[in-house]
């Protein structure tokens, strides 16, 4: 191995500032945003507990379960999230996944599904913590914005057909597929509640025209609450309007889910896909916050906070929490820049489960159902995917597969469909980078970055090729490929490859390179490389692919030794 003016290895990167090493709780909360927090607190108190209750119904739990959610759980990530506004929350893919996860082990609303849910959720727990002590946020990469457009999609869809058979007053098999249920729910319209439908109507025009009329208002609080005293005053429950019923009073108690280790093992895959839906969801929200508003976060910190929320709600009878997205930016709206709210409404909350539980027995399920409809509907996706359509075929492809899979097939087999799709997607991406002869504009000063024409050399004899990726098993054969087209084309001497962009090579890629080197041997070509990475220099000796091979700082330091220029005619 031979250096040309070899290079010196890029400085070591600094050590994290002292403000990102260390973030404490409640942070950004001055006295002088105090109030402003408290107001925030308060409008997500409204926005939180009509939601946390249908979510409930959608997972087959008792409403209780959404609520204790928003005590514990809150409390936990609130003072260990590094995020200042990502809201915590059992949402609508969260209850759906739990509902589709839990309906085969157990009767949805029994004793045993309840013990099963905390148990999901303790496992999700520890999953979160072990992704935060490993530091595997990235695997929420995989899951890139098509795949979450078209999974969260699937899920919003079927939770659409519950929330208007609920709304209809039509009784159909929540637990069963999708299929299943739109035929329940148009062979069961012929016992449609005319009342379930004029309030549901009812709920879905103050929604509507509400949020267009002031945005600020919490309308689904306001929807429950006029709902109520409209079924009191009318009698509707006996007219055969669902209510919500008895809620158990009480403060959260601690619990331990009691079940035998092989059903612990069944509750292992969803938790999993829990885990990843609500990490690919919201780091994701958590990050693009952060950079909005000018704060530092850190993935590991949101993870370890989730694994905490979660480890809560499993021991006090709630179930699994993800990343709300419309309560963050509800809150951004009303000028949150703090976890207190979510205090605040952990505290609201407690305060309506001991004193106030009799207050929600006459809920009418209707507007329970018409106020998740409209919370779920911006979930499918529609404009996301018409988007997709017109900017990247095969990006719609993957999101329209991922909203058959999770709907059809259910959201468990949803997520390892999307990452099939996903690793499908990135390998092939990777599998045909950009490999380019680049051109000399015979500017000395210049450096070598513009693509030649094809078949034209960088300089006479010589072939400055440059891989826009590492070299693995997925390009290796593309790339061996391309040099020896470029070799043939130009009949050169000397061939350079450009490692700039080479972050690593695997060992099917060596095994490609080791080829490539012999059959430029064998051409009598000679091969060198430039601009090499410090790190990459180390893998290639470990790797024994350098011995023999002129190292260059530059492509011009290349061109200048191997193709120099002309002597000038004599006189």
């Known amino acids: 191995m031979t250096d040309q003016h070899a290079g010196t290895p890029a400085p070591s990167s600094e050590a994290a500032p002292a403000h990102l090493s260390r973030i404490r709780p409640l942070a950004g909360l001055t006295g002088r945003n105090a ?16 939601l946390n209750i249908g979510y ?45 996860s839990l309906g085969g082990l157990a009767v949805a609303g029994a004793k045993d599904y309840i013990t099963l849910a905390l148990a999901q959720a303790l496992i999700g727990g520890v999953l979160f913590l072990l992704c935060a002590f490993f530091k595997l946020g990235f695997l929420a990469d995989f899951l890139s914005k098509p795949i979450l457009i078209g999974f969260v999609g699937g899920l919003a869809l079927d939770i659409l057909v519950s929330q208007v058979a609920k709304m209809l007053g039509v009784s159909i098999d929540s637990g069963g597929g999708f299929v299943d249920k739109v035929i329940g729910l148009f062979s069961g319209l012929g016992t449609l509640n ?10 879905l025009a103050v929604l509507l025209v509400g949020r267009r009329l002031a945005r600020a208002v919490p309308w689904a609080l306001v929807v429950l609450i006029a709902a109520t005293i409209v079924v009191i005053l009318t009698g509707a429950e006996k007219a055969g309007v669902a209510v919500l019923g008895k809620v158990e009073a009480g403060p959260p108690t601690f619990t331990w889910p009691v079940v035998d280790w092989v059903t612990w093992l069944q ?19 958590s990050r693009s916050y952060g950079e909005k508003r000018g704060y530092p976060t850190r993935p590991n910190r949101e993870l370890f906070a989730f694994g905490l929320s979660n480890l809560g709600a499993g021991v006090t009878g709630a179930f699994t929490v993800g990343a709300s997205t419309s309560r963050t930016a509800a809150m951004d709206q009303a000028g949150s820049r703090t976890q207190l709210p979510s205090i605040i409404t952990a505290a609201g909350t407690l305060a309506l489960l001991v004193f106030g539980t009799t207050l929600l027995e006459h809920i009418p399920s209707p507007a329970i159902g018409a106020i998740v409809a409209v919370a779920v509907v911006p979930l499918l996706g529609i404009p996301d995917l018409v988007s997709l359509w017109r900017q990247d075929g095969f990006e719609f492809a993957i999101a329209v597969a991922c909203f058959l899979g999770s709907l059809l097939l259910g959201p468990i087999a949803g997520i390892f ?20 002869t680049l051109a000399d504009d015979g500017d000395p000063q210049d450096s070598l970055l513009e693509a030649a024409e094809p078949g034209r050399p960088t300089a006479p004899g010589v072939v400055v090729i440059r ?39 695997d060992v099917t890629g060596a095994e490609s390179f080791r080829g490539l080197r012999g059959w430029l041997g064998g051409r009598g070509v000679d091969l060198g490389l430039s601009r090499l990475r410090p790190g990459l220099r180390d893998r290639l000796e470990h790797l024994e692919l350098i011995d023999g091979v002129s190292i260059y700082d530059t492509n011009r330091t290349a061109l200048v030794a191997l193709a120099p220029p002309a002597a000038p005619p004599l006189r």
């Open 35 to 50: 109030f402003r927090e408290i107001l925030a607190g308060i409008t997500l108190l409204a926005i939180a507990v009509p």
């Open 56 to 100: 409930a119904q959608i997972a087959g739990l008792p409403a209780t379960a959404g609520l204790y959610a928003l005590v514990v759980p809150s409390i936990l990530y609130a003072l260990t999230v590094s995020s200042r506004q990502l809201v915590a929350s059992p949402d609508a893919a969260a209850a759906a996944l739990v509902a589709s």
């Open 194 to 203: 005319v009342w379930s439908l004029l309030i549901s109507l009812g709920a």
């Open 267 to 285: 509750l292992i895959p969803s938790a999993i896909a829990l885990t990843l839906v609500t990490m690919g969801e919201g780091l994701l929200v």
């Open 417 to 436: 469909i999307a990452f099939i799709l996903a690793v499908i997607n990135v390998t092939r991406r990777a599998a045909n980078p950009a490999i380019d």
């Open 467 to 505: 891989l826009a990726a590492p070299l693995f098993f997925a390009n290796s054969s593309n790339f061996e490929l391309a040099v020896k087209r470029a070799v043939r084309a130009t009949d050169a001497k000397h061939v350079v490859l450009d490692m700039e962009a080479v972050t690593d090579v």
